[in-house]
């Protein structure tokens, strides 16, 4: 009886053994993230509402991205130009020329004083863009809070009103372009 057990086991297992390699390859693809590739944006003039964009800022041959918000600033990742949209924030640009908005998937990024980025609401949500020489001038509509750097010292990206220097800097923009995910096709 035994023998007979272990028969309709190695019988079935090579059915589905079977089953298995009659299958065509399509049925275990998966998606494939998305491809990103991003273009440094060199005039301010090809901003238009509905882009998506990110921020860097380069320091002695490093690149940085502007990642997740935290508490009033949002947060540095070191990136290359492969890595470049992977754990960035992607801000999709609205309003138009001198009152931009600035929305990620945290909401429309707002600030009511210098040094205090916020996505609640509270200040002015507008944003004039200059860019020359592929450095970006993002600054608040209320001349008062100042712009965005990137602040070499405290690796981050926050509206200062310093002025800048080699520890304060401005950022460069990206306009990204983002291949929706698609599924990986067989061989056969």
Same mark, same amino acid.
């Given at each position: 009886m035994r023998t007979n057990g272990r028969s309709r086991f190695l019988a079935a297992l090579l059915a589905l053994v079977m089953v298995i390699t009659l299958m065509p390859l399509s049925v275990f693809a998966a998606e494939a993230p998305a491809a990103i590739s991003a273009q440094l944006v060199t005039d301010a003039s090809e901003l238009k509402s509905g882009d998506v964009?990110?921020?860097t800022a380069s320091?002695?041959?490093k690149m940085f991205t502007a990642g997740n918000f935290e508490s009033k600033y949002l947060? *540095? =990742?070191e990136t290359t130009e492969e890595t470049l949209g992977s754990d960035a924030v992607l801000f999709t640009l609205g309003?138009?020329?001198d009152a931009w908005t600035l929305t990620s998937e945290d909401g429309q990024m707002y600030t009511n004083a210098a040094k205090a980025l916020n996505f609640s609401d509270k200040g002015v949500?507008?944003?004039?863009? *200059? =860019?020359e020489d592929g450095l970006a001038t993002i600054a608040s509509t209320n001349s008062d809070f100042g712009r965005i750097l990137y602040n070499v010292?405290?690796?981050r990206f926050m509206n200062y009103t310093s002025a800048t220097n080699t520890s304060m800097l401005l950022p460069s923009i990206?306009?990204?372009s983002i291949e929706e995910n698609h599924v990986i096709e067989s061989l056969d």
């Open positions: 964009i990110l921020l320091k002695d041959g947060k *540095s =990742i309003g138009e020329k949500g507008t944003w004039k863009i *200059s =860019i010292n405290t690796p990206y306009k990204v």
